[in-house]
């Protein structure tokens, strides 16, 4: 049933990858690229996230990783950052950013309404990548906004109402690159194994029988052949079947020779992982060791985790000057964003450290670090 040739089928892979990204920049909302072959099809990226479970588990994975620990906010004054603090949990801001990565991931894109007068949206209603186009100046030709289309809901949001969050963009792009894109074709061959496989189970796992009725050269009256037919279908219980002819019983099934495809399906799933850069030792732990597993996982949140980090403190901001013009509150400055908290052993461990390098003097008695110097210190530390 599958007759494939790993060298080639590896080429074509890799072929397939280096086509991807080089017409990923010119994504739109399901526009052809100028491969005959790969789209950048959102539709297809959330069918993928909605029907493949190890698309699924990793991305909400990542989604969740990003505010498991909490967000909070810092600021030089304290009612400011207690004020930001308060909107995180008024606002469920870490549902908020997990539900965007979730987006972004998908689609390479997110966006959120900032504006509470807009008759059309909610305050931070978030806005499928799908039903959104770019909107441009008709003088210019420069992009002045966005055009939201989605059945009978038509309706035109401004740069600053509506906040784009792209991942992956590449020079002269707006649109952010869905990391689905370059694994289109690996999750469509992925899909095409496990239909064939469901096929092949159903049909041949379990061998069917083939009853041959009569002897050699000669024919068996219809009847016959349906009374058994029916005696099969519909026994007694632990009814012994006794005929007059002659009765043959061959089996039909694949003897597994068509079932071996895993090599195939595994070098997929790596692929995913690696496409997503999500540790395999997550779900395949069986074959990692524990340091592995550790050191994957440390990378994870350090490089997955803390770049998309990197790529939502401006956006958060955004945000909470949003939620903070709204509620009406007063700022000189937006307070900063702070991803997770220092876990028990790492914060008394820099308290320690700070209290050492605070207490070192020379012999005259003055301290080897002033007091500013400390507080810039505790405040790069430790977020205070």
Known sequence: MFSINPLRFFRRTQAVVAEAYRGASKMGKGKKLKSSDVTADFEKFENFFYQDSHVFGIITCIADSMSESGLSFVHPDRDTSDQANNMVSEYEMDTMISEL???????????????????????????SPRYIAVQKDPDTGRHNGWKYNEGATVASLSREGLLHIPLNRLAGSTWGTSPLQPLTRMLDLKSNIEVNLDHLVTRYLVPRYVYLLGRQGTSVPQEVIDDFAKSLADPAAAQDQVFENNL?????GTQYKALHVGYILDYVHQSVYTGLAFPDSFHVAAGSTESTAKIQSEIFNKKRIGGLHKVYTDPVKQILAAIFDKEGIRYDTIPEPKWGQLSQASLESRIEYISKLAGIVDSEGNRAIDVPAIQKLVKNELGI
């Open 101 to 127: 990565t979730v987006a972004n991931m998908v689609f390479g894109n997110s966006f959120i309404v900032l504006d509470p007068t807009n008759p059309d949206f909610d305050f931070l209603e978030q806005l």
């Open 248 to 252: 043959e019983i061959l089996t039909m």
